[in-house]
């Protein structure tokens, strides 16, 4: 009976979480954010500055980073920004146009028949990019809503950054005696992928956005700062963001009166180089320490995390894959699989704290060094309030 009683109590939690989802993701890019300006203000302590002035000046760094690129370059790319609802769609015009002319020379009439004209490939891909653009501008789009949202990201973000530790805590006391130290171990490794991802992220952005402007304003395609600055934010979104990025100029490139092709190629040609040079050598040395990401693991969730949580879950797939790596490599393999037959799987899990590596909230809670195989929890205060 009481088997039954824990798996409806497992069916019952799932479908909870299932149904709080979104919720749940709010609540993990508050992790992020606080995250990232929790470093940002242990980078000032260190400087000698006390906590409290120290978590209120990286809020007021974030603050200033924010109205001056609002100030400095919103309005001119909200100005070419529209330009692009024009050249664009001409782009794609010409582009069809060229196509049916290389077709006509190219095709032999018998086959013309049997290859799909852009007509037909438009018609078929319609409804996907329909839906694509529909939860796009509905997320981005200004209803109470979704600033209800944005709001409760940043204040979740400001009270978690106010006192960390207290949460963290809290976390750590939802498992088992044992295992608290190695989840505080886990936690200190999240939190310090997530920053470097997050500060990783930011300078690919910066730099693919300004070496594509750049290229562009060379090449002489119109709207090159637009351009440029969608370049960067789609790279926030690796595999798909830099493949849509380069259709938008390739497209206006066509419009060209007198060397139409060679501009078109020009451009892929500068966004490859640009991608490669990101890949290869900007993100390896940002990165260097990161939680490193299979491609094919990266794209599978992707498509994984944007299928349940929508478009907000394909902007945090990266993080989210970041600490799903992280505690599967920890927990699944190194903690059970690579100890499945050892007589001192509880020894293997915890091991000889490191005195010299524990963090904050280890020694808040006096974590003491001595395995579990010597002392039955790691700290007598959460055993006896768990009892």
Not at 38 to 48: E, S, T, V, Y
Not at 275 to 296: C, D, G, I, K
Not at 318 to 327: A, C, D, G, H, S
Not at 352 to 379: C, F, H, M, W, Y
Request: with cysteine; net charge neutral.
């Amino acid at each position: 009976m009481g088997k039954w009683i824990g798996l409806l109590a497992l069916i019952a939690s799932l479908y909870i979480l299932w149904e709080i989802r979104q919720i749940l993701l709010l609540v993990f890019a508050a992790v992020v954010l606080a995250n990232s300006l929790n470093l940002l203000a242990q980078r000032l302590q260190k400087m000698g500055i006390k906590r409290s002035g120290a978590v209120l000046l990286s809020v007021l760094l974030m603050l200033i980073t924010l109205v001056v690129f609002f100030w400095l370059i919103v309005p001119p790319f909200a100005r070419q920004f529209q330009e692009l609802f024009v050249l664009v769609p001409r782009g794609g015009e010409e582009l069809n146009s060229k196509i049916e002319e290389w077709m006509v020379r190219l095709v032999p009439a018998p086959f013309r028949p049997y290859v799909p004209s852009i007509e037909s490939l438009e018609q078929q891909s319609q409804p996907l990019i329909n839906r694509l653009l529909s939860e796009s501008f509905a997320f981005f789009s200004s209803s109470l809503g979704n600033i209800l949202n944005i709001l409760l990201v940043v204040v979740l973000s400001l009270m978690l950054l106010v006192n960390p530790l207290a949460y963290r805590r809290g976390f750590i006391r939802l498992f088992p005696a044992f295992y608290r130290q190695r989840v505080d171990m886990i936690l200190s490794e999240c939190e310090t992928a997530l920053g470097r991802w997050i500060v990783g992220a930011l300078i690919s952005m910066g730099v693919v956005a300004i070496f594509s402007t750049i290229g562009l304003m060379l090449i002489g395609v119109p709207a090159a700062l637009a351009q440029g600055i969608l370049s960067g934010l789609l790279n926030f979104i690796p595999n798909i963001g830099p493949t849509f990025s380069v259709v938008p100029p390739m497209l206006i490139s066509l419009l060209d009166p007198h060397t139409p092709l060679l501009k078109a190629l020009l451009v892929l040609g500068l966004y490859v180089l640009i991608q490669q040079l990101e890949s290869n050598l900007l993100t390896p040395y940002v990165m260097a320490q990161q939680v490193s990401l299979l491609p094919a693991l990266t794209l599978l969730g992707q498509v994984f995390f944007a299928t349940i949580f929508g478009f907000l879950g394909l902007l945090l797939a990266i993080p989210l894959m970041v600490v799903f790596q992280i505690w599967v490599r920890k927990v699944l393999v190194e903690d059970i699989l690579d100890h499945w037959d050892s007589p001192t799987l509880a020894h293997s899990i915890t091991g000889p704290a490191d005195n010299n590596s524990r963090s904050p909230v280890t020694e808040e809670l006096g974590a003491d060094s001595k395995p579990v195989s010597q002392e039955r929890t790691i700290n007598p205060e959460i055993s006896d309030a768990s009892q």
